[in-house]
């Protein structure tokens, strides 16, 4: 049991930014994804938005980071989705392969909020197969979509 004090302290030290930010802030809609701080360094203080937009960045840059969030956003999922489609246009499919099963280990969780139509239901459809089939039913998947990576992100900072 924590005193009073101690909680107190630690909303204070999360709203002045001393702490690694592991979350977003209590009453996001994505309250629920997490990152590991280490891989992430962002402080408490930074704006829901920007933390997102930072961990999208990192993503981008480097794809690999994915595997230390549970519960990604969308966004999220559309960064890795963008590096997937890149790999496969310049022939790295076994790079591709590697990001794909991140994505569906991602789904593994309840609380990964569906980042394109259907992919919930293309993932789940592959639950008993093994891995390798999962990764190249979810590769076909994305492949035959009509426009499976085009989604814009509009920044509300931007909008009229």
């Known amino acids: 049991m924590t005193s009073p004090l101690i909680g107190w302290l630690k909303h204070l030290s999360r709203i002045c ?3 690694t930010a592991d979350s ?11 990152w590991n701080a280490a891989y992430f360094d962002i402080a408490s203080d930074v704006k829901a938005d920007e933390m ?7 993503i981008g840059n480097t794809p690999l980071v994915f595997a230390h ?6 966004r999220m999922q559309r960064a890795l989705l963008g590096v997937i489609e890149a790999r496969l246009r310049h022939n790295h499919g076994k790079e591709a392969a590697q990001l794909a ?9 309840p609380h990964t ?18 891995a390798p089939a999962r990764v190249r039913t979810l590769l076909e998947f994305l492949n035959n979509m009509q426009s499976p ?8 900072r931007f909008q009229s």
């Open 149 to 156: 990576y085009d989604v814009i992100d509009i920044n509300p």
């Open 24 to 34: 977003f802030p209590p009453g996001h809609p994505h309250a629920r994804t997490r």
């Open 17 to 19: 930014g001393f702490d």
């Open 69 to 74: 969030i549970s519960a990604p956003t969308p």
């Open 52 to 58: 997102e937009r930072r961990i999208c960045e990192a």
């Open 101 to 109: 099963a991140l994505l569906i280990k991602a789904y593994q969780s």
């Open 113 to 130: 909020a569906e980042a394109i139509p259907g992919l919930r239901q293309a993932i789940d459809s592959t639950r008993d197969d093994e």
